[in-house]
């Protein structure tokens, strides 16, 4: 590793054009999963000016209005009462539903039954793909720091926005932090860009004045900024146009911000309005899940897991670690003690993490890692894996 670097990581807010479709994704997929948990659902989402279009396939048992599901998700994100200056509005989009059920050919390979040509009677991966898991002792949330500082920012903006504490923020934004690192650590956030949408009335004094002293820094560690942390704020100079009014949104355009913001690898594939039979989300679960109690365990000081899947087919097809070097043991051995301790058969990742439940809209904003109240975040096998690895019980246990 350099000695010396900067790194950047970004984010982008609930009310982001592609954000917008990842939660109306991500909404349909809870509202099959609250009435039947086995329901099988790849919902696309595509948004534009005041059209919101879906597609996809979606094979299940539960009844609900889908236009219902797509409004209640615009109307949480808070494009309501801005019709003046926007034509993306809850309760005015025009809804085009392409949405049919699962191809039989993908399903007989998923399921857990015999069926022709297939080679076993277990549940299958529902797509061949690899996953990488990721987790380090930068931050309190076993993250890499500048995607933590970025999604902190915009959670801190959408929260005065919703709680009103000023009258001139809109839905739409983007975060960017540019982290130092010196020996192997960080030294200071070098910069912080953030772009959010705003009334046509703003005042760019007193926008920029509110962020920076408002937002940047009630959430960004004090100690890590200095007279020399440079503030691009709204660098344009004017953001009222915004959201999908502004530009189309896509589900799943997002996969870096939903992930490592960069700085852990990634397999290619993304997570919202998929359930948890598709391995591309359920197994990039589990890899954090993993990688974060291997850390946990003070097996390392940083853990990348990838897991490899072949489509119909339930054993990974490879299981590798890397520790870069912070390993308190081989990371062969690491690699067996999380072989030991976790199943990672797509039936065992469901079952290990409680995934057939309607918790995939909590995971939709500002990353699907580093939510104390997801089940992958939990540090919850760490005396397992020390046992398996050959160390001693912790102190804490």
């Given at each position: 590793m350099?000695?010396?670097?900067?790194?950047?990581?970004?984010?982008?807010?609930?009310?982001h054009?592609d954000?917008?479709?990842?939660?109306?994704s991500d909404s349909?997929l809870?509202?099959?999963?609250?009435?039947?948990p086995?329901?099988r659902?790849?919902?696309e989402?595509l948004?534009?000016?005041n059209?919101?279009?879906?597609?996809?396939?979606i094979?299940t048992k539960a009844k609900?209005?889908?236009?219902?599901v797509?409004?209640d998700?615009?109307?949480e994100?808070?494009?309501?009462?801005?019709?003046?200056d926007?034509v993306f509005?809850?309760?005015?989009?025009?809804?085009?539903n392409?949405?049919t059920?699962?191809?039989?050919?993908?399903?007989q390979?998923v399921?857990a039954?015999?069926a022709?040509?297939k080679a076993?009677?277990?549940?299958g991966?529902?797509?061949q793909g690899?996953?990488?898991?990721?987790?380090?002792?930068?931050t309190?949330?076993?993250?890499?720091a500048a995607?933590m500082?970025a999604h902190r920012?915009?959670?801190r903006l959408?929260e005065a926005r919703?709680n009103?504490?000023?009258?001139?923020?809109?839905?739409?934004?983007k975060s960017?932090?540019?982290?130092?690192?010196?020996n192997?650590?960080?030294?200071?956030?070098?910069n912080?860009?953030?772009?959010?949408?705003?009334?046509?009335s703003?005042s760019?004094?007193?926008?920029?004045?509110f962020i920076?002293?408002k937002v940047?820094?009630?959430?960004?560690p004090?100690?890590?900024?200095?007279?020399k942390t440079?503030y691009?704020?709204?660098?344009?100079?004017?953001f009222?146009i915004?959201?999908?009014?502004?530009d189309?949104g896509?589900?799943?355009?997002?996969?870096?911000?939903?992930?490592?913001?960069?700085w852990g690898?990634?397999?290619g594939g993304a997570?919202?309005g998929?359930?948890?039979?598709?391995?591309?989300r359920?197994?990039?679960?589990?890899?954090?899940?993993?990688a974060?109690n291997?850390?946990a365990?003070?097996?390392?000081?940083?853990c990348?897991l990838?897991?490899?899947?072949?489509?119909?087919?339930?054993?990974?097809t490879s299981i590798h670690v890397e520790s870069?070097?912070t390993?308190?043991?081989?990371?062969?051995v690491?690699?067996?003690?999380a072989?030991?301790?976790?199943?990672?058969?797509?039936?065992?990742?469901v079952?290990?993490?409680?995934?057939l439940?309607?918790?995939?809209?909590q995971?939709?904003n500002?990353?699907?890692?580093?939510?104390?109240?997801l089940?992958?975040?939990?540090?919850?096998?760490?005396e397992?894996l020390?046992k398996?690895?050959?160390?001693?019980?912790?102190?804490a246990?």
């Open positions: 350099l000695k010396e670097f900067k790194f950047s990581s970004e984010s982008v807010a609930e009310g054009p954000k917008v479709a990842d939660f109306i349909i809870d509202a099959c999963l609250e009435q039947d086995h329901s659902v790849a919902c989402t948004v534009k000016s059209i919101v279009t879906l597609a996809g396939e094979t609900f209005d889908v236009n219902d797509v409004r998700a615009i109307r994100i808070g494009y309501v009462d801005n019709r003046d926007d509005h809850a309760d005015d989009v025009f809804i085009a392409y949405l059920k699962q191809s039989p050919d993908i399903a390979g399921d039954r015999a022709e040509n076993t009677e277990e549940q991966a529902g797509d690899i996953m990488f898991g990721y987790a380090c002792n930068e309190p949330e076993r993250m890499p995607i500082f920012i915009l959670r959408a919703k009103r504490e000023v009258d001139f923020l809109r839905p739409d934004a960017q932090v540019a982290v130092h690192y010196a192997d650590g960080v030294t200071h956030v070098d912080v860009v953030v772009s959010t949408q705003h009334t046509e703003a760019y004094a007193e926008l920029s004045e920076k002293k940047i820094a009630e959430v960004v004090a100690n890590l900024i200095s007279d440079e691009l704020i709204n660098p344009t100079g004017k009222v915004g959201g999908p009014h502004g189309a896509l589900t799943g355009r997002k996969i870096i911000v939903d992930t490592y913001g960069g690898r990634h397999g997570f919202s998929k359930d948890p039979s598709k391995v591309d359920s197994a990039a679960y589990m890899c954090r899940w993993v974060k291997i850390v365990a003070g097996l390392a000081d940083i990348e990838q897991v490899a899947y072949a489509i119909g087919y339930p054993n990974p870069f070097g390993g308190k043991v081989d990371d062969e690491i690699a067996r003690a072989r030991e301790v976790f199943g990672f058969k797509p039936a065992d990742i079952r290990q993490l409680d995934l439940r309607p918790i995939y809209r995971s939709t500002y990353g699907h890692f580093g939510k104390a109240e089940p992958w975040e939990q540090e919850n096998r760490v397992e020390r398996a690895a050959g160390l001693k019980a912790s102190s246990a």
